[in-house]
């Protein structure tokens, strides 16, 4: 077969699902999601589900998405062909699947009303086409609540329609119980081998437990009961059973003894519950990324180092980390031995929110992956520094009259898993762009280059309208907190380094050489957002202290192919990891402490102490007074503000100057 008529095959099977699901008046959907459970075998596929409303037709796997979809079609519509479905419902008028069967729907509708203490009515909306054969639009209605409008050319039967509708609405919601033939068998039913439970569980967790917790974090009641008699010798039984999730009575499997069968009951309930996105697989199994399968660029080194990295160190973390929407990290480059290290990475897209503003220093403002990263990477610095005084040295940090610097045969590189927001972040496909990998920054619009600040406890990022913002008014809430996007605090460090005021006081700037992404890649719009724009005019930052400059860093992407977005809702946890402290530390976004509600290790407070460790000065300064002391560092940004601003991206976002009063 030529490959046009495998496409008109392909098209074909697909669209005839679709057309069948229509004609029969149940809504067809194919949907297709990659298989997880062989991330680590490097074999991806994609399993299609074909549905016909909420109801379950068949699934089919494949190595792409499209494959898939046309085998889980196919199969679909065989399956109808040979089953006496609604297709061969009477008088070509499609057949109601009742969500309670046996039951008039308008009467069950009233039922649960009656129940939940609400009216249930049937309103007829309108109604269209000509006077003597006209066709009512009508929905059921439950106390103030609006159900979708159904169109029938008999009131009657529109009204058990529309009911219907309102029935299986309450039923997707899993407010009504659904009936137990709602759910395909799905032919799981061996009860030898061992049972693989790595798709939907966390390293050392069951599904049983997985379940159970599932069930408290929803507060919906869950149990296991046994379906059918036992069956067999007693010595030999077989056990039958279903897992049942707020009334809902998931498919029943079979097994040889009691946990075993509970296991097996609750994981066919999850793989449920993952099909209909109401249960979310722990990121590190799920993983936002792939790993790059064959290495062909420094970006695919840089992105490899960084997934395995993350995995090894989450493998051991017991929470939950679903909702991991960005990966950010800082790698060591070893010239000399040609080996790159992770040393520091990050997760997290939130900043906390004004009413946890703190002036003790120990809150994290923003625990956007890369700034996380950042702030993990300067505690390795401090431990850097720390050993560049002990007898054994640093092997990063060397002496040059007075001052560290960074030995010259290493340097330092930076991944992110997306297009860091702001300005790096806020381009179309359709502005054009060189992609290699040179810097030819593109200014199309006049929002390219603009200075942008995050959304206090949402995502995305908005151009900067003024400056000010006041402790009182943040904390009364009259002003919303107002962070600098990532593009605006990475095209910083470009020109002030990675250590910040505090450990500029010990060493020269510390610069990236690469920055790496893991999608969303545009050269044109990457390289003005984290470098170019600051150097636009260089005439206003040739003032820049000695060892300050703009540095353009080599920027690419990863090279396999467009990876899936992650498009789940996103959670406030964010994690950190930093070779100094060698341990995971888990933090809340939204309040910027731990997941204890302790302060973290890389709150300003944490890393003050840092400094004072390494520091013998003794004299009592604020935090503020202390980087000031800093006067090349301060300067350079100063510098770099007025120019960003003078170039027309608006002002630089300081927070209110009291957060950084604090003693220690
Ligand atoms: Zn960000
Ligand atoms: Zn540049």
Redesign the pocket.
């Known amino acids: 077969m030529d490959t046009g008529s495998l496409h008109q095959l392909q098209k074909n099977a697909i669209s005839a699902f679709m057309e069948y699901g229509q004609r029969i008046g149940r809504q067809p959907t194919l949907e297709c999601r990659e298989r997880r459970s062989r991330l680590f075998s490097g074999n991806q596929t994609f399993v299609a589900v074909a549905r016909l409303e909420d109801e379950v037709i068949c699934e089919a796997e494949a190595p792409n998405k499209k494959d898939a979809k046309t085998k889980a079609a196919d199969k679909a519509l065989r399956q109808m062909e040979a089953s006496p479905g609604p297709s061969q419902g009477t008088g070509g008028e499609p057949e109601m699947r009742l969500a309670v069967p046996g039951k008039d729907p308008v009467s069950a509708l009233m039922e649960y009303a009656q129940a939940q203490g609400l009216t249930a009515t049937i309103v007829v909306e309108g109604q269209t086409g000509p006077a003597h054969c006209p066709t009512f639009i009508m929905y059921a209605k439950l106390g103030d609540r609006k159900f979708e409008s159904i169109e029938h050319a008999n009131k009657k039967e529109g009204r058990k329609r529309a009911a219907n509708t309102a029935l299986l609405k309450l039923q997707r919601e899993g407010k009504i119980p659904r009936p137990r033939s709602g759910f395909c068998q799905r032919g799981s039913q061996n009860d030898s081998g061992s049972d693989d439970y790595k798709d939907i569980c966390p390293p050392r967790k069951n599904p049983l437990q997985v379940f159970n917790e599932l069930a408290q974090a929803r507060g919906v009641t869950c149990d296991v009961i046994e379906t059918a008699d036992r069956r067999g010798q007693p010595h030999d039984l077989t056990f039958t059973m279903a897992a049942v999730l707020n009334d809902i009575e998931f498919e029943s499997v079979t097994g040889k003894n009691k946990n075993q069968t509970k296991n097996r009951a609750t994981a066919a309930a999850l793989r449920q519950l993952l099909e209909t996105g109401d249960y979310e697989l722990p990121s590190a199994q799920r993983g936002a990324e792939r790993i790059p399968q064959v290495i062909r660029s420094w970006d695919d080194r840089i992105a490899t180092e960084t997934l395995q990295k993350f995995r090894s160190v989450v493998s051991d973390v017991e929470a939950d980390l679903s909702g991991r929407k960005v990966l950010a990290a800082i790698l060591l480059y070893d010239k000399k031995t040609d080996t790159l290290s992770v040393v520091s990475l990050g997760t997290g897209n939130r900043c906390i929110t004004g009413n946890y503003l703190c002036v003790e220093g120990s809150v994290i403002h923003d625990s956007h992956a890369e700034i996380i990263a950042a702030r993990g990477f300067r505690r390795y610095l401090y431990e850097e520094v720390r050993r560049s005084e002990s007898s054994g040295g640093s092997e990063v940090l060397g002496h040059t009259s007075g001052r560290l610097r960074l030995f010259r045969h290493l340097s330092f590189h930076l991944y992110i898993s997306t297009a860091p927001c702001g300005d790096g972040a806020v381009y179309t496909r359709a502005d054009p762009s060189n992609e290699d990998n040179v ?1 030819l ?1 593109v200014y199309r619009t006049q929002q390219h280059g603009l200075l942008r600040t995050k959304v206090e406890n949402g995502e995305g990022t908005i151009p900067v309208e003024n400056a000010s913002q006041t402790l009182d008014g943040i904390r009364r809430g009259d002003q919303r907190l107002r962070t600098m996007s990532c593009s605006d605090k990475i095209c910083r460090w470009n020109v002030l380094g990675l250590q910040g005021a505090l450990l500029s006081l010990r060493m020269d700037p510390i610069y990236l050489s690469s920055i790496t992404l893991g999608m969303l890649f545009s050269a044109g719009h990457m ?1 003005r957002a ?3 724009r600051a ?1 636009r005019n260089p005439d206003l930052l040739s003032g820049l202290p000695t060892r300050y400059k703009v540095t ?1 860093p080599e920027l690419g992407c990863v090279s396999e192919g467009p990876q899936n977005r992650v498009t789940d809702r996103s959670s406030p946890r964010s994690v950190n990891w930093n070779s100094a402290d060698g341990t995971v530390e888990l933090t809340d976004g939204a309040n910027g402490k731990t997941i204890r509600n302790a302060p973290s290790r890389l709150c300003k407070r944490s890393l003050f102490q840092c400094f004072s460790h390494i520091n013998p000065d003794r004299a009592r300064r604020t935090y503020r007074q202390t980087k000031d002391l800093a006067t090349d560092y301060r300067n350079s940004r100063n510098l770099f503000e007025d120019a960003m601003e003078t170039n027309g991206y608006g002002p630089w976002v300081r927070k209110p100057p009291e957060v950084d009063m604090f003693y220690l």
Request: net charge neutral; hydrophobic share 25%.
């Open positions: 810097h920054p390289s984290v470098c170019c150097a353009h």
